[in-house]
């Protein structure tokens, strides 16, 4: 598999900090029980895939993550013949050793895959749990602890890249925002170990910048960068320098923008 087609993981069942802001691990909980897939729709950086990883270390199952782009190909995902020392032997792709397992198999940003990866996987999502994997003439019939879970973030791309309502009507879907300020403040501080009174202030920045909406931003702050630049302080860079490397920077490349955005880091720090 291309390293630039998709990025596969199989990561270890560990307990990783989640901060719950509703129900949704309640529902992902009962999808799970009653096999239905899920899909998680929300900003960049707002919790959904460390939601998915918390889910997993709940439920006791591996995860299999694929991080979806325009080149990710069904052959990617489902596997290929490859030529090893003069023999011909097949290699499972991260979709298929997922259902082998009865992991949980997650499809990151799943809109930016191509359709032809959408259609391979529709007999999983419904009644069937089925995978077909015809280069190596086998169908594979999810087991019970199997589940599907994919993300999106409706606001970020539109047009071809949205994902179609047949496709959407195969999933439940779970809704995330950003938190409310005192739950985004918890999370900052408990993931990144800073004072609180320092997460209280990066939040008072994210909201105002996503208050901004003249700026025109593709996105907004995340709680990823909130943690990133209180990752930051922690080590020892000043505040604001640290809020200019971990939150203005990645928010754009424009020079009136981005000094409109350091005068608001300013401001609160």
Not at 43 to 50: D, I, L, M, V, W
Request: hydrophobic share 45%.
């Amino acid at each position: 598999m291309s390293p630039r087609s998709a990025v596969a993981e199989l990561r270890p069942v560990t307990e990783p900090y989640y901060r719950a802001t509703g129900r949704e691990v309640e529902v992902f909980g009962a999808a799970h029980a009653e096999r239905l897939p899920v899909l998680l729709k929300g900003p960049t950086g707002c919790g959904k895939s460390r939601f998915v990883e918390a889910m997993a270390a709940k439920v006791g199952l591996p995860l299999v993550t694929v991080a979806c782009n325009d080149e990710t190909s069904a052959a990617d995902l489902l596997g290929r013949w490859l030529v090893r020392g003069g023999d011909t032997v097949w290699q499972d792709g991260p979709v298929t050793r997922a259902v082998r397992e009865g992991a949980i198999l997650y499809l990151d940003e799943v809109a930016e895959a191509r359709e032809d990866v959408i259609v391979v996987l529709h007999p999983l999502t419904d009644h069937r749990r089925e995978l077909h994997v015809d280069r190596h003439g086998e169908t594979l019939r999810a087991p019970d602890s199997f589940l599907l879970v994919a993300s999106f973030n409706p606001g970020y791309r539109r047009g071809p890249k949205e994902l179609k309502p047949s496709t959407r009507q195969r999933f439940i879907g779970i809704d995330f925002d950003y938190p409310e300020p005192t739950v985004e403040a918890e999370i900052v501080a408990t993931e990144a170990g800073v004072d609180p009174a320092i997460a209280k202030r990066l939040v008072v920045l994210a909201r105002k910048v996503r208050a901004l909406s003249e700026l025109g931003l593709a996105e907004t702050v995340s709680t990823r960068l909130l943690v990133a630049a209180a990752r930051l302080i922690r080590a020892g860079v000043p505040p604001r320098a640290a809020c200019g490397h971990a939150v203005v920077a990645p928010l754009t490349d424009d020079r009136e923008t981005r000094q409109a955005l350091q005068d608001v880091a300013d401001l609160v720090f």
